[in-house]
């Protein structure tokens, strides 16, 4: 009898054995055995129609979007190491990051993933749609996606103040200075100046919604602090969640789409 | 089971439905607690209750305003509306014209202004697009050109046409108005009558209790804008140590304290009662105002915390009041708390924080009096306190004690300073609560003999200079009240005095005749202090043999026979040895400590047991000792002792000692060795601070002091920075200080604690204080630096009617230059001054001057040169030299605006000359004359007098 | 027990517990939504004044006041019977006009544009006229400038009672 | 050359020029979707911008680091807008060969193993993303610049570049339609789709003849009124959001002649030649009325009475009405009542409202560039401008 290979003997200890309850994925049982038995791959169906997989019709943007997504959280969380979200210490963090941190490169690839997904998550959409893959059964994943686009802008959104320069704070000003606008709700939005009664008034710069938001009249340093949870916590967990519900629901609709 | 389920189903529905419903509802009431838990807040109450006191007030204020307005004349102007109404309404037509021709004029210009805008902005547009075309010699430049001129010349019509246009609307406008001018004014006046009245009926608005109120201050909906809310001060410039940063302290305290900072509650019962010093703290106009300085800056405690009444750390003024606390506000002691608030009479603690490197803190009279007080009691010889340090010792050197008392002297002295002289400021060591029982007595007796003999071993020798021929004990003590000895010293014979005057720069003069050794030393030392000690501060009074003598004669005839009679119990040897081997014992064993001590003889013996007790008891911290130079304090560090954590005081046994840091301070100084009480101590380890026999005020003082020594970081731009007057100023007041020049002179006007003088307070100048020591008050801007300085190194009398005498000092150069810098500083004056330059007169000026001169009759006082009368005023053949003009100027024209109690006349009362006849009776001509007149004597040769 | 009747008691049942608890149990949920709402209004917040107290009215002289300017960035014009508190920042992009009292007019040094004492811009790029900022009495009868608030002229708020002092 | 284009880049031209390109590229579809036209237009598109490149303004313009994202996305989705169309234009063809689309195609429904097919496809494209993240990291720093300073604001302060079609709409709009309404509305009306489109056609393969409305209709908003803003407003706004061509030097003094008018004031003072009234109401009454009416206009659509109007126009074989889609787009609107008929009057209110919604933003740029209107509805007082 021939030598076992060495990754054979690897196969059969019980440490192996413990781990993967199949042998290897080279018929058919064991191809099934090997999406249905791991946790991560099982989110995937055992098989699937040939136009699925096919980058031609699916161009993978989801699953790059997915993957955009988790890079971002690994390096995310260790920027956070370094990163400490105070008016007198952020600049100052993401300086150190560039300029001695080890690999503090990490921040180029988080800020860069940032706006890939951006751009991943809009091209997902336009396939999704060219595909006509929103319609009946999957209306409600649909839903699901486009809300995790917005969700995606925010995190990124909530993302570009955390640098703390110029460009940070004049960005979020700009934006937020649109929640102002909000009608009734915003300070400066129409209807606002009719929710006072003497001098009573109930919607201020001290009081509505962009106030709730950067925690501030102005994009100050409890802005800072609120966007960093945002930005860390707050919309990486209900994105999370979200993506859980999409991608169960990409199977309980019955798989990627395809011609009825 | 009573009741069949259907298939598939564990438990009944309806079951579930009630837990469910039952579940559901506390959850429900739950919600509902913890918004009414989050709600409720003691404070919420107090602000409550602050409106109330706020409506009283207003009410009160309302009540004064309605006296004044009265009915007929609110009638009187109700009636002129009503007329001005009426003409307004006769003129309508005239209204309407008015308003169509506003109309159309409106047209024109929003037709104008949106063509101007137009033209504006082609005008930019174009103007950018013609520069950038210029500089890069486009081939289209002078199209543009023509363009931009075409545009700006359009522009400049368009922007004529509104002008035109605006003066017309004006016109208009102004018309229009004219047609109710009437009713405008009668209107205006009627508001400006009732103006107050109105402010303050809005601003009771504001008090009242409307479901507005309610609306706004509702839980969930007090986001909005609520009006009871949590108010405070951010303070950049003074900080809270949070590990080793700095964060900006926050005080909330003004939540409760509503109208700290306003005026008119001052009767009102805390919390809203305003600051008792308005005017120094907290007030908006003061140098310390709320939203710089805060609240716990000064009063300590956790003025961030306002969750009640408890949390910003109070500290009741007494049992009594604690008790109310506790029924009131379920108050405790604040536990946990590094910093707890000080009583009320220790605030000025905090005081220290900040004002550095000043003598006195303007204002702060009890922490100026303990600061007093830590110099008098010398603390900071045995306990080391920043700032302190090159301070001089505070008692006596020993170098050469052997010539000027006998040993039996020394050690009676030393054993019981108080015995001797109940005014010493030398404290007790010995018999004291935790050394006086026999077997301690017995070592105390033999190291104060051994201390004795090595002091006075190392004393060197000393020779006076002069001999002491007995005098006229009257006279001697007659001169000692007139030259001015109670400037610095009490004297026995003069009780009443020196009670008043509390000097403390020199010891209290009392048995002298016990004390002193031999008399020529005492005639020596009268005479010239600095031949036996060198450094002395102690000046000469400038005095002859004879005065000299019957001053000696009257101090060696204050005896004390009682002291003299007493005999200190001699060495005992075996006593001696016993200490030493314990001494030598510490890093040995006994019977190397033994085999020490055999290879000392006796003398030595002695003398090393001497050597260790003046360093046992901190001897050489308060006096030059030979041999101990440069050894550290004995005593623990003061300079952070504010900050001492509680746990830190050795409060031992004594449990009616307040439990706080003040209290153990207090306690402390009042009675050093209690905290020995109910301890076994072996004999060296006893505790020794000594006993300065304080009284409580005094002791009350020196905590405060204390209290404010604190390592609280301050930033710079916290602390209050002496600006360049300042600083030299505060320079030449530590020199005043340590001559003690504050014990004659005033130099401020003011209170006498803060600005010296205590002389002044003795009997005879108390009536008259022109017959006192002068007062110092603007003396920088009165005399010329350099006649203050030649004056300082050598003193010539200015007032000859003053029997007190300036003393010679013993001052270095840099010392005198201090003090006159000092004082320059102090009123602001430049160090040179040209008045040498010879005086211009106008025509027949000299001659009105000389006339007005006599007329005033200065030379009736000022009599030196003049006549040979007795000079009742200084020598004005001498303002020249010594005195600045513009301050002469300020001087004539109004001598008690400077010194109050000046013999000086007012020839200016009110800004009226008292002469009208010269000058035309023109002020400033006459005080100029003046002025120039007696500048000019000054170049005349003093007529020799005599 | 017929039917009906059955059906009668459950639904009866139905309104006294399942409602009750679902009421509930929505009405608490809603609670804490809004616990956590009230949670991101701040009580207190740090940020630097916006008012400030600008002594009193007879403190001002006809014209353009500068004290205010350096430190809160106010000037108080005194003109026509009006008190104004005005906004020291240009409109163009922001930066700090110059008082010329010669020439009668602000001058913003970084772009040239100019208002007139009233802060109405009449020249440079300028889009529109400096802002007013709120002014008013307190009971003490001192003035209280409330920057939070402001007043532009283009919208036609400089009528507006809270945006000047009668004088 | 690049005046011409300087020229051309400005909204006024650049917004209609995109208009018709799409049109254009939506018309002929088919000839797109071929490879020759993708390898001639990729050739040219490289060649000019490498010529563009030439340019130092274009070139600190697309180098700076926060456009990059932008050049990869104009890139991705020009190729993608291609190879949709390409796919699409394959399906259709057999399609209206009478064959089933590609996809549906017996071996393509073939099922397969998720190991390894799935699997590793997914596998690649992580390490060619990680790979590219890592390279792009590389080769451009993320952008810093000045510590953050709330006294001075950089000169433009413009959002991050996905938000920037809103900060363009700021230009036509007030913050509260362009920063809040309109974005709202995108939402709404994205998550709506589903709803609205109830052909089944077209679900699961690429095809545009099955679908033309749809398809037509998504790809002028995600091309036209997002991505081209999104562009305009990165590379083409300056200081003070001043237009600036492609090659111009950003010169903060840059003045653009612009004076705006609101539609009262071109009603009364103008039309009337009436000062403006004193009540607010009254002032704005014209905008409120055309406001109104626009807002009318699907109402007015379902009227059957208009119905053969539109067919008739529809029907019509003039050239022009053809060639410019007049004739096409009525066509479309007589099949209103039919539409209605099939999906019901709540989705076609809703489909309709946010096209009407939609086309508020060319309609409002195009009053701008043509007339100098500033508002519509011109309520400063309530801060509600339109």
Known sequence: MAEKGLAEKVRETQVWKSIFRHGPPNNARNRAAVVAGNVFLHLHPIKLKKSGVQLGYTWCMGGLTFFIFLALTVTGVLLMFYYRPTAEYAFNDIIALKEHVPLGIMREIHRWGAHAMVITVWLHMFRVFMTGSYKPPREFNWGVGVILLVLTLLLSFTGYLLPWDQLAIWAITVGSNMAKATPVMGHGGPGAMLMQIGDFVMVSDKNDVRFQLLAGRFVGEPALLRFYILHCVFIPLVVGVLIAIHFWRVRKDGGISAPL | MSKKLEPGMAYDMKKLNKVFAFLSILFLAVTFWVFLDDFVR???????????????????????????????????????????????????????????????????????????????????????????????????????????????????????????????????????????????????????????????????????????????????????????????????????????????????????????????????????????????????????????????????????????????????????????????????????????????????????????????????????????????????????????????????????????????????????????????????????????????????????????????????????????????????????????????????????????????????????????????????????????????????????????????????????????????????????????????????????????????????????????????????????????????????????????????????????????????????????????????????????????????????????????????????????????????????????????????????????????????????????????????????????????HNFLKNVTPIRPWIQVRMPSFNLSNEEINALVMGFQAGAKQQTFVDNHAKIEWTPGEKNEAKRLFDALACASCHTTGFNKDEAQAPNLYLAKRRLRPSWIKKWIMNPQSILPHTSMSNFFEDGEPSEEDYFDGSVEKQVEALTKYVLEIGDIELPKAK | MSEVTRNKLNRREFFSYLSVGWIAFTAACAGLAGMAFRFSYPNVNFEPEMDFIAGRIEDYEEGVDERWKNGFGVWMVKEEGKLVALSNICTHLGCVPNWMPAELKFKCPCHGSGYYTSGINFEGPAPRPLERYKIGLTPEGTIKVDKTKLYRYEKGQWDNPNSFLSV | MKELINYLADPIRSFPITCVLYFLMMKYYKVVGTKKFAWIAGTLFFITAGMFAMDPNFWLIITWPDNIPISILILSVGFLTWFTLYKCAENDKRIEAGECPIEALPENREKVWAWPNLVYTELFAIIAGTAFLIAWGILFDAPLEEPANPTWAPNPAKAPWYFLGLQEMLVYFDPWMAGVVLPGLILVGLIAIPYIDTNPKGNGYYTFTERKMAVSMFMFGWLVLWLYLIIVGTFLRGPNWTFYGPFEFWDFHKVVAEYNVNLSEFFWVFGLKQALPGNLIIRELPGIILTILYMGIPVALTFNSLNAIFQSIGESKNKFLNITMIAPAFKCLAGIPAFIEKTGYIRYYIYVYLAVIMAMLPVKMVLRWLFSLKYIIALPEWELNL
């Open chain 2, 42 to 788: 003691p404070w919420k109450a107090v602000q409550i209750q602050g409106l109330k006191v706020k409506q009283a007030k207003i009410d009160k204020d309302l009540a004064i305003e309605a006296k004044k307005i009265d009915d007929k004349k609110i009638a009187e102007f109700d009636a002129k509306i009503e007329e001005g109404e009426k003409l307004h309404a006769s003129r309508s037509e005239v209204i309407e014209k008015l308003n169509e021709d506003l109309n159309k004029l409106d047209l024109l210009m929003k037709a104008e202004t949106i063509k101007n805008g137009q033209l504006n902005s082609n005008v930019s547009a174009t103007n950018f697009n013609w520069e950038l075309a210029h500089s890069h010699h486009s081939k289209n430049e002078p199209d543009l050109f023509k363009l931009l001129k075409k545009y700006k010349k359009e522009f400049a019509e368009s922007k004529d046409r509104m002008k035109g246009l605006t003066t017309q609307i004006k016109t208009a406008k102004k018309d229009l108005l004219a047609t109710k001018s009437e009713l405008t004014k009668a209107l205006r006046e009627k508001a400006e009558f009732i103006g107050a009245r109105k402010l303050l009926l809005q601003a009771r608005k504001t008090t009242e209790i409307d479901p507005i109120f309610v609306i706004r201050n509702a839980p969930m909906g007090d986001f909005l804008d609520p009006t009871l809310k949590v108010r405070q001060v951010v303070l950049n410039d003074i900080t809270d140590d949070r590990y080793f940063q700095h964060v900006p302290k926050v005080d909330r305290c003004m939540t409760c304290h509503l109208n700290i900072d306003k005026k008119g509650y001052e009767d009102v019962a805390q919390p809203y009662a305003t600051h008792s010093k308005l005017d120094l703290m907290v007030g908006a106009k003061s140098p310390h105002p709320m939203k710089q300085t805060g609240c716990t800056s000064c009063h300590g405690g956790e003025g961030h915390r306002v969750l009640d009444f408890n949390a910003p750390a109070h500290t009741p003024q007494n049992a009594e009041q604690k008790k109310e606390w506790v029924e009131k506000y379920h108050y405790h002691p604040p536990h946990k708390v590094p910093q707890v608030q000080f009583k009320v009479g220790y605030v000025e603690a905090s005081c220290i924080k900040c004002h550095k490197g000043v003598e006195r803190i303007p204002g702060g009279t009890v922490v100026n009096e303990g600061i007093r007080n830590l110099e008098k009691f010398g603390c900071y010889g045995c306990h080391k306190i920043e700032g302190w340090e090159h301070k001089r010792k505070p008692g006596p050197s020993l170098e050469k004690i052997a010539s000027k008392v006998s040993k039996e002297f020394f050690k009676n002295w030393v054993w019981s300073p108080k015995a001797f002289n109940k005014h010493s400021n030398m404290p007790s060591f010995f018999s004291q609560a935790n050394n006086s029982k026999p077997e301690h007595m017995k070592k105390n007796i033999t190291e104060v003999n051994a201390i004795a003999d090595f002091v006075f071993s190392k004393s060197e020798g000393y020779r006076p200079f002069s001999k002491f021929s007995p005098g006229n004990k009257a006279r001697g003590k007659k001169l000692i009240e007139q030259v001015g000895c109670m400037g610095c010293h009490g004297v026995e014979g003069f009780e009443q005095d020196s009670k008043k005057i509390n000097a403390f720069a020199g010891p209290y003069l009392t048995g002298t005749g016990s004390k002193i050794k031999s008399a020529d030393w005492l005639v020596s030392w009268l005479k010239k202090p600095t031949h036996f000690q060198e450094d002395t501060i102690m000046p000469s009074m400038r005095l002859t043999d004879r005065e000299a003598n019957d001053i000696a004669t009257y101090l060696l005839s204050l005896k004390n026979k009682k002291f003299e009679d007493l005999k200190f119990e001699p060495l005992d040897d075996k006593v001696r040895d016993d200490l030493l081997v314990e001494y030598f014992s510490a890093f040995d064993t006994l019977e190397v400590a033994r085999a020490k001590l055999a290879k000392m003889d006796d003398v030595a013996r002695t003398h090393e047991l001497g050597k260790r007790s003046v360093g046992k008891y901190g001897c050489f911290s308060c006096h030059n000792i030979d041999g101990f130079e440069g050894r550290a304090p004995i005593g623990p560090e003061l300079s952070g002792v504010g900050s001492k954590p509680l746990t830190q005081f050795g409060f031992g046994h004594e449990y009616d000692v307040e439990h706080s840091r003040g209290g153990w301070i207090k306690a402390h100084l009042q009675a050093p060795r209690r905290w020995d009480n109910g301890i076994d101590k072996p004999f060296k380890d006893l505790l020794r601070m000594p006993n300065f026999n304080m009284t409580e005020k005094q002791a009350d003082s020196i905590t405060v002091a204390l209290l404010g020594m604190v390592t609280d970081y301050i930033p710079l731009r916290g602390v209050k920075s002496l600006d360049h007057h300042e600083k030299v100023y505060a320079e030449g007041m530590k020199v005043a200080n340590k001559f003690n020049c504050v014990g004659c002179h005033k130099v401020k006007n003011g209170q006498w604690d803060e600005t010296g003088g205590d002389l002044l307070k003795k009997e005879e100048y108390a009536d008259d204080l022109n017959m006192g020591p002068p007062w110092l008050v603007d003396q920088g801007h009165r005399v010329q630096a350099d006649w203050f």
